[in-house]
């Protein structure tokens, strides 16, 4: 060996004591952080790539089968999906290197998650869990009763709470057009006409309504045409994922944009599943941000939206603030 | 956004029953006179305007040439005349109907107009453009297009201006449902929020300045649409009736589905909705009609209702008024806003309500076309006799009760001949109610109360038909008369806000405005002018009596005066019998009635300590009878007054109400006693005697709304002291009434119920003398 311990005094033995107290502080692997929401559940793994050969040799076998069956697998079962394009490569998390994971599957499906875990022997695994979302609180006799693991709780603090979101718009759209995944909603939504369904400013005024400074443009009500029978019989099922689409969205914006507005803040980070692979809502939030707010607010979006939550479970778990 | 009513699909069922219930004379009143005409037309409903004119009959008193004549002639003269002429009233008009029976309702107008030189009618609503060429066609007037938003804001702003308990709180759950707000003296700035086919927000910071502040595009046009997609349900009420019945649990993934139970950090209840319609997304299951109306119902509340708040923090504003088709009254939807604005606000901001809600487009459009007669100069009144008043959402929604085949709404309101104003004197007059109880709140008083003037609906009509000997229809008028207040009565059993709070004072004040829409303007005219005779004649032989008595004694004597005097009041059942069977009942006797000292509310002796100290600069006396209580009581005690230095405003009603004494009534008896008093002589024509007028016409006193002459020389003249007699105005109300100077609030409990109530006997005395903390 060329290090003897004790040898050397300097820096490095500095940072050695360091690295030990990080080695007795941090958690045993697996590092997790859940997630669980309404709708979807969001898991963080953290996959270490500086494994020495003693690690490897110690590492009990289900850990290895989790890890390898997380990161060589891009689909688990028929709805789990791993996001790669998210992946975070060559990461260093409380001293150690890899690659975190991004995975998400829906909420009804959690049951079987936990079995996964019973099948995978997690309980020998003496580890603990850190989740966040609604669904943690649910699901923890699960966990205890399944897999003998404790939960952990992770809350975000937030100023206000508003029962129109991404469940509204898929629910809504399974209603009205009988769709089955929130992809396929989307899919719909990009190939409609909301202005169908939508009565506008214009339909009521003609053009602008001045008086008030209104775009002919603006919806004025949200489904409005929908109210006349020969409108109903008129749209296809597009148009109406589309209205329910710019519906959700313009009013996240306007809620968000008076949240602002009361807190004095001029930025809005907008996260949340809705938002996934949804450019349609994302231009638009930007605009409607822009525009109502004559160019005061800007709407920030994050390629891991959706994540933070998990993202913040798993910082919880490593003790970092 | 800012569309009021929705066009397109809103014509609601072309299979209802054209036919109109309702003689449409007794709809279209007084159309003959009509000029300048404003139509609303909304998704469903039309509200037509209109001004007219109202010829009364009203009686006027004048004073006798007593020159030439000797005593003994002047002792069997009355002593003035009466007599009844025309007088020409101005009245508001407001019909609402549904948009069915437009072209039947115009067929009848241009049958009925006789006025020829409207030429113009203003138009407002999302259906002025669909109903234009109809309108031009069949009236042959030219459609002026008003901006809806401005209507709509000049028309709550004239109902939070002249309509005392318009806006309300709405509590699910309580008995009644309403809860009136007295209003405000200042109306502004409050917040508007429309909720039409979309939601339009508009803060109000005067009469002409209002700004659309922002706004939503979901609203009554998505509760509707979306509804009828999901449902298959066209109707709106029937959507509504729809979401009376379901579950929204069924539909919205509620807080406790994601966290199994309520969330304790976040302090959020299990029941909160998490994710409106978050349900639908996760099962493939079939939902019901009426849950999912539910749901979508509440989704539309809490949006709205999240919202407003947030403007109203913003900008700083608690009082937020809810507006729109969307709301048209139904509890449901009342109800759900007002749950949403609790939460969100945490109950800073109140959600209120206008019981007029549905003419303020209307009503806004009439006054953009009558800008010239300069309708904000003068104050209003809403006549209880010509209003149809709040109907009743209860019992749950009935679909064939909301769709209201056949039926009308009608406002009433009446152009007051002066502009009525706070008393200056009032302590706070934000937080002044005139009612000392509220009927609508108090189950009890109000079963007794309308009894009690059901069993004295006989005697009125007696009294009315006796006090127009000479007229041939008088006996059917009063028949009409009977029926109408008691249909009234009725509807107040049943619905007790119907007109705001339920009050002694509103069942009085209905009533007066019952007998002046028969041509009775004043069933006590002859009572009045006999009594002020006999009266009259005894003054001389009290006030020798009273410059007997010592000091002390005098000013006993005086104040047990204005009590007796008190006791003629021919409103109350108890002395009614006694006066009617013994029209000579004298003075003396009436002092034998009054309880003995100490009274139910005695501070006598403290206003026997501050008549020992400097006298007052001036005093406001609100008189109440005719006869005895204002000749013998009141007149004597002003002469005191008078001696003592202080001036005094003697306030009387400008209209008729039972054998209270009008102002002109007390202008002819102030004459004749001047005539036989030096002392009330030179302090009128010094001034230091002045008569003046309440601007009411009501047996109780309503100190926020007052004669602005009266206000302006109350300032002038310094007064401080008020004077409050008699049951009506000093117990069923103001008896509660915080004054910014000394007051005296005297009363004889001529109730036996309301005495026992307040806790004394038939003819307790009430004597409040009132000094404001410093």
């Known amino acids: 060996r060329r290090d003897r311990p004790g040898s050397y005094s300097g820096p490095a033995s500095v940072s ?145 709470n508003h029962s129109l979101g991404g469940g509204t718009f898929y629910g809504l759209c399974c209603l009205l057009t009988g769709c089955t995944t929130f992809e396929e909603a989307l899919e719909m939504a990009s190939r409609g006409d909301s202005t169908k369904v939508d009565k506008l400013v214009r339909d009521i005024y003609g053009g602008d309504y001045e008086r008030f400074g209104l775009p002919g443009w603006a919806v004025a009500s949200s ?99 | 956004m800012a569309e009021r009513g929705a066009s397109g699909g809103g014509s609601s069922g072309d299979s209802l029953d054209k036919s109109i219930t309702l003689p449409p004379d007794e709809i279209f009143r007084n159309l003959e006179n009509a000029k300048r005409f404003a139509i609303d037309i909304g998704g469903s409903l039309t509200k037509l305007a209109y001004y007219s004119t109202v010829q009364h009959k009203v009686a006027r008193v004048r004073s006798f040439d007593h020159s030439g004549k000797d005593t003994e002639e002047q002792d069997h003269e009355p002593p003035y005349e009466i007599s009844v002429q025309e007088e020409i009233t101005a009245r508001l008009h407001f019909i609402k109907f549904e948009n069915t029976y437009i072209e039947a309702c115009l067929d009848f107008i241009k049958d009925h107009l006789v006025n020829t030189e409207t030429k113009v009618i203003q138009a407002t609503g999302g259906g002025a453009y669909k109903f ?121 993934m509620l807080v406790q589905d994601i966290y199994g139970g309520a969330h304790q950090t976040l302090g959020l209840s299990g029941n909160l909705i998490a994710s409106s319609f978050g349900k639908s997304a996760t099962a493939d299951k079939e939902f019901s009609k009426e849950d999912m109306a539910k749901s979508l119902l509440h989704m539309i509340s809490n949006d709205v209702g999240q919202l407003a708040c947030l403007y109203a923090k913003i900008h700083s504003l608690d009082r937020v008024y809810f507006g729109g088709f969307f709301i048209r009254g139904h509890p449901v939807t009342m109800r759900t806003i007002t749950y949403s604005i609790n939460f969100f ?262 206003w026997l300590q501050r008549l020992k100290g400097p006298p007052h600069k001036c005093a406001l006396i609100f008189a109440d009878n005719s006869g005895v209580d204002v000749i013998l009581g009141v007149f004597p005690f002003v002469r005191e007054l008078l001696l003592r230095g202080t001036e005094v405003i003697l306030a009387c009603n400008s209209g008729p109400a039972l054998n209270d004494v009008t102002h002109s009534e007390s202008l002819i008896v102030a004459e004749r006693i001047a005539g036989m008093d030096p002392i009330i002589h030179s302090a009128l024509q010094e001034e230091r005697l002045l008569l003046v007028q309440t601007g009411s016409s009501s047996p109780c006193l309503d100190l926020s709304r007052l004669d602005k002459g009266l206000a302006m020389l109350v300032r002038e003249r310094g007064a401080d002291l008020v004077v409050i007699e008699g049951m009506g105005r000093a117990v069923h109300t103001n008896y509660y009434a915080a004054l910014r100077c000394e007051s005296l609030k005297l009363a004889v409990l001529k109730n036996a119920w309301l005495a026992e109530r307040l806790g004394g006997r038939l003819f307790s005395v009430i004597f409040k003398y009132e000094v404001p903390a410093e």
Request: with cysteine; net charge negative.
């Open chain 2, 345 to 606: 606000s945490k109950g800073e901001v109140q959600a209120l309500f206008l019981r007029h809600e549905g003419y303020l487009g209307a009503i806004g459009a009439f006054l953009k076309g009558a800008e010239q007669d300069n309708p904000n100069q003068y104050s209003w009144g809403e006549n209880y006799a010509g209003s149809s008043g709040l109907r009743s959402g209860s019992p749950e929604l009935c679909p064939a009760q909301r769709a209201r085949s056949g039926t009308f709404d009608l406002l009433e309101m009446d152009r007051l001949e002066r502009p009525l104003v706070n008393l200056p004197l009032l302590q706070d007059p934000s937080s002044y109610v005139p009612d000392t109880v509220d009927l609508t709140d108090d189950a009890l008083a109000r079963k007794y109360w309308l009894t009690c003037f059901e069993e004295a609906l006989d005697g009125v009509v007696k009294r009315a038909i006796a006090s127009q000997p000479d007229s041939v229809d008088a006996a059917e008028r009063a028949e009409k008369f009977r029926q109408k207040y008691w249909n009234k009565l009725q509807t107040l059993r049943h619905q007790p806000f119907a007109y705001g709070t339920l009050t002694v004072r509103s069942l009085l004040d209905t009533r007066e405005h019952c007998l002046n829409e028969f041509n009775f303007p004043d069933p006590y005219s002859k009572v009045k002018q006999k009594e002020n005779g006999i009266a009259l004649k005894c003054f001389q032989r009290v006030i020798c009596n009273l410059d007997t008595l010592g000091w002390e004694d005098r000013q006993l004597a005086l104040v047990k005066g204005l009590l007796a005097g008190n006791v003629f009041d021919w409103g109350a059942k108890a002395v009614s019998d006694v006066l009617e069977s013994n029209p000579q009942f004298g003075f003396e006797e009436a002092k034998k009635k009054l309880q003995e000292r100490p009274w139910l509310v005695d501070s006598y002796n403290e």
């Open chain 2, 132 to 252: 234009k060429d109809l309108i031009e066609e069949k009236l042959q007037l030219k459609v002026d297009k008003e901006d809806v938003m401005t209507c709509l804001i000049k028309g709550c702003n004239f109902v939070l201006k002249n309509i005392p308990h318009e806006a309300f709180m709405y509590q699910k759950d309580s008995d009644p449902e309403f809860r009136f707000q007295t209003n405000h003296p200042s109306i502004f700035p409050y917040l508007l929020v429309n909720i039409g086919s979309g939601v339009s927000i508009v803060k109000v910071e005067t009469e002409d300045r209002f700004e659309w502040i922002g706004g939503s595009s979901i609203g009554g046009g998505t509760f509707w649409g979306l509804g009828a997609l999901l449902t298959k349900t066209k109707k709106f009420d029937e959507l509504l009736h729809l979401a009376s019945k379901g579950q929204h649990t069924n539909v919205d």
């Open chain 1, 16 to 160: 050695r004591q360091r690295l030990e107290s990080l080695r007795k502080k941090r958690p045993l692997f697996p590092w997790f952080g859940l997630d669980i929401g309404g709708t979807l559940v969001k898991l963080v793994y953290f996959e270490p790539k500086d494994i020495t050969a003693e690690e490897e040799e110690e590492e009990v076998e289900s850990l290895k089968s989790i890890r390898k069956y997380l990161t060589s697998n891009v689909a688990y079962g028929s709805t789990g999906i791993r996001d790669v394009h998210l992946e975070l490569k060559d990461l260093t998390l409380c001293g150690r290197k890899g690659n975190l994971h991004f995975i998400r599957f829906p909420t009804h499906d959690m049951p079987a998650f936990i079995q996964m875990g019973r099948d995978k022997n997690f309980s020998s695994l003496h580890t603990v869990f850190c989740a966040t979302g609604g669904g943690a609180y649910k699901f923890e006799q699960d966990f205890l009763t399944e897999n003998e693991m404790p939960v952990n709780y992770n809350t975000l603090l937030f100023i206000s």
């Open chain 1, 223 to 321: 489904f409005g045409n929908m109210m006349s029978k020969e409108k109903r019989e008129a749209v296809s099922k597009e148009d109406l994922a589309r209205a329910a689409l710019i519906t959700i969205t313009n009013n996240i914006g306007s809620i968000a944009r008076m949240c602002a507005l009361n807190e004095n803040i001029n930025q809005v980070v907008f996260v949340g599943n809705f938002l996934r692979i949804n450019t349609i809502a994302m231009q638009l939030l930007a605009y409607a941000l822009d525009y109502w707010s004559k160019g005061q607010l800007k709407a920030l979006f994050s390629e891991h939206e959706g994540y933070f939550g998990a993202v913040g479970a798993l910082l919880e778990l490593l003790k970092i603030p």
